[in-house]
Structure formats: structure tokens, C-alpha cells
Nanobody, 123 residues
Framework: QVQLEESGGGLVQAGGSLRLSCSASGRTVSSRAMGWFLQAPGKEREFVAGISWSDSTFYAESGKGRFTISRENTKNTVHLQMNGLNPEDTALYYC?????????????????WGQGTQVTVSS
């Protein structure tokens, strides 16, 4: 079993930055694909960014050039650096881990989920 806990969300003005962190416990996630997803009220969960077992990174079009996903294997942690935030980025952000190393944009492919951290961007 893998337990995930997100942190780093909050309220920020448009144009600002946040760094989300996902701390894993139970088992190492260094060989697993990890993803960040967001869910706005009344909408389906959406892919934001992902990182494979080999540290290849993938981003949704909306986050390209603004977001950076990275691993810190010594701490069993994955980060999401978000720059140039805008009100459309407001959502609950979830960290997720796959049972496999290959990255997927489909949230149904992820076995483990955190509770989420709220990101609110004011205009």
C-alpha cells in the first residue's frame, strides 16, 4: 500500500506561484509513475502533469511552460511547481501513484490517491 499526502496549496494572486508537494509513505514511489490531477467543482478530474519511472515528464496543454513536475527520491516525494497562475487554475489538486512505471493521463489508471490540496487563484 502507498499513502499519499499533498501539501503546498493555498490562496495566491493571479501571476503568482505555488509549489505543491506529494509525500509518499508505505512503499517507495521511485519506480512508479506519478501524476497530478485537478478537479474543479462540478467537473471531472483532469490530468495536469505526470512523471514516469525514468523521470520523463508530461503536461496538459494548459500547464506547458508554466508547470514543472519533479521527483525527490531521497524523500519519496514528488513536486509540482506552478508559475504564472491564473483564476482558471483554481481547483482541488490531487497527487496519484500508478502500480506501474509508465505514465498515463487517464485518472482511472492510478491506484493510489491523496486527499487533495486546494489551490485558489484570485484575479
Amino acid at each position: 500500500q502507498v499513502q499519499l499526502e499533498e501539501s503546498g496549496g493555498g490562496l495566491v494572486q493571479a501571476g503568482g506561484s505555488l509549489r505543491l508537494s506529494c509525500s509518499a509513505s508505505g512503499r517507495t514511489v521511485s519506480s512508479r509513475a506519478m501524476g497530478w490531477f485537478l478537479q474543479a467543482p462540478g467537473k471531472e478530474r483532469e490530468f495536469v502533469a505526470g512523471i514516469s519511472w525514468s523521470d520523463s515528464t508530461f503536461y496538459a496543454e494548459s500547464g506547458k511552460g508554466r508547470f514543472t513536475i519533479s521527483r525527490e527520491n531521497t524523500k519519496n516525494t514528488v513536486h509540482l511547481q506552478m508559475n504564472g497562475l491564473n483564476p482558471e487554475d483554481t481547483a482541488l489538486y490531487y497527487c496519484a501513484a500508478r502500480g506501474k512505471g509508465w505514465m498515463s493521463r487517464d485518472f482511472n489508471e492510478y491506484s493510489y490517491w491523496g486527499q487533495g490540496t486546494q489551490v485558489t487563484v484570485s484575479s
